[in-house]
Each structure stands twice: as structure tokens, then as C-alpha cells.
T-cell receptor
Framework: AQSVTQLDSQVPVFEEAPVELRCNYS??????LFWYVQYPNQGLQLLLK??????LVESINGFEAEFNKSQTSFHLRKPSVHISDTAEYFC??????????FGKGTRLSVIA | DSGVTQTPKHLITATGQRVTLRCSPR?????VYWYQQSLDQGLQFLIH???????AKGNILERFSAQQFPDLHSELNLSSLELGDSALYFC?????????????FGPGTRLTVL
């Protein structure tokens, strides 16, 4: 069965430090990759997505992720985090038209 | 605001009861997806409807059912509720049903079964 793995359940980081949230998935065949963010007591919001083309994708608030086909990874990075980035981050994958499969999530805590 | 609405926001009920959760997709979206989010299972896909027809089923229990109406809103019915059904239930909508479609999530319904 297809699977998505987020290795870190919690990541504490100091404000203005860089962060990487890791995501690995089971197969790179016909994949579409997504990162969603969930703020406390809210629904999921799309952060960024990879569908095709350039393997590096960026969000409007400074996050970026790179599709690595050989490593079957789609890690999320930000060079300098803010307090407001504190949230839970979910990696999600579709293989062709299959339903979205989510990782277990990574809770990012930014410390002042 | 994603444009997807869900009601009610919170629901508290007892074991054995039946509840209905409602979802209105974004204007123009034809697909509705239902997900369950719990601490132990994470986010699990339940079911997908496209323009009134069931398209895919995931880890949906037989006690659960859903439908999408002609106006494209959807309802998720949960019956014979058990303590373990306590969770956040999200719906999401997308324009069509393709793999490249972005799914937009509603704020969720928090179900507590006592």
C-alpha cells in the first residue's frame, strides 16, 4: 500500500533559525505532492504543491519544498522561522487519481 | 477562509446515537471529500463524491454513510456511535476529480461521543 512518512512528530526551533520538516513517500510513479498547514482549532490550508515541472516549489510566506524523485522525498524548508509559523504541518501525496494519503503530521513549535 | 463550510462546529452525543454532518463545497466545485482526524490514526480518507456520484471509498465504517445532493452539498451520517468515533471530521472540495486538483478544507466538525 502507498504510504507517507513524516519522521518527526515534533520539531522545536528558535525564532529566526532555519527548519526542515521531512517527508518521504513510498513511490515516485505519477506522484502529486502537497504540504498543508493546520493552525490550532482550524482546518487545513494548502501551503504548496508539486504537480510537475521545476522540482523546487515555493509558498508565498517563505517556505519551499523540493521533489526528489530518487530519494522519494519532499522535505519542507524555511530559512528563518517566525513565531507565527507555529502549527502542525502535513505532507500529503496522490498517486495518479488515488485519494490523498497524509503523513501523521509534524508539530512545529517556534520558540522566542 | 477556504470557502468550504461545515456545520455544526461541535457535536456532543452519546454512544448508540446517530448524527449528520453537513458540508457545503466552494462555489463551482464538483468534488467533495470526507476525512476523519484522530490522535491515533491521523488524517484518514473516508469517501469521495463527484457531482452526486460516489467515486472512491477509503477507511469508512459500514455504520457511516454519505451522499452528495443535487445542489452539491454533502452529508456524512454516522450511526450506532461508539466512543472511538470521537474525532475531527473534515470535508474538502475541489473543482473536478483529478489527481492534480487542489483540495480545499473546511474548518471541521468536532464530534465527541460520551
Amino acid at each position: 500500500a502507498q504510504s507517507v512518512t513524516q519522521l518527526d512528530s515534533q520539531v522545536p526551533v528558535f525564532e529566526e533559525a532555519p527548519v526542515e520538516l521531512r517527508c518521504n513517500y513510498s513511490s515516485s510513479v505519477s506522484v502529486y505532492l502537497f504540504w498543508y498547514v493546520q493552525y490550532p482549532n482550524q482546518g487545513l490550508q494548502l501551503l504548496l504543491k508539486y504537480l510537475s515541472g521545476s522540482t523546487l516549489v515555493e509558498s508565498i510566506n517563505g517556505f519551499e519544498a523540493e521533489f526528489n524523485k530518487s530519494q522519494t522525498s519532499f522535505h519542507l524548508r524555511k530559512p528563518s522561522v517566525h513565531i507565527s509559523d507555529t502549527a502542525e504541518y502535513f505532507c500529503a501525496v496522490r498517486w495518479g487519481n488515488t485519494p490523498l494519503v497524509f503523513g501523521k503530521g509534524t508539530r512545529l513549535s517556534v520558540i522566542a | 477562509d477556504s470557502g468550504v463550510t461545515q456545520t455544526p462546529k461541535h457535536l456532543i452525543t452519546a454512544t448508540g446515537q446517530r448524527v449528520t454532518l453537513r458540508c457545503s463545497p466552494r462555489s463551482g466545485d464538483l468534488s467533495v471529500y470526507w476525512y476523519q482526524q484522530s490522535l491515533d490514526q491521523g488524517l484518514q480518507f473516508l469517501i469521495h463524491y463527484y457531482n452526486g456520484e460516489e467515486r472512491a471509498k477509503g477507511n469508512i465504517l459500514e455504520r457511516f454513510s454519505a451522499q452528495q445532493f443535487p445542489d452539491l452539498h454533502s452529508e456524512l451520517n454516522l450511526s450506532s456511535l461508539e466512543l472511538g468515533d470521537s474525532a475531527l471530521y473534515f470535508c474538502a472540495s475541489s473543482a473536478v476529480a483529478g489527481g492534480t486538483d487542489t483540495q480545499y478544507f473546511g474548518p471541521g466538525t468536532r464530534l465527541t461521543v460520551l
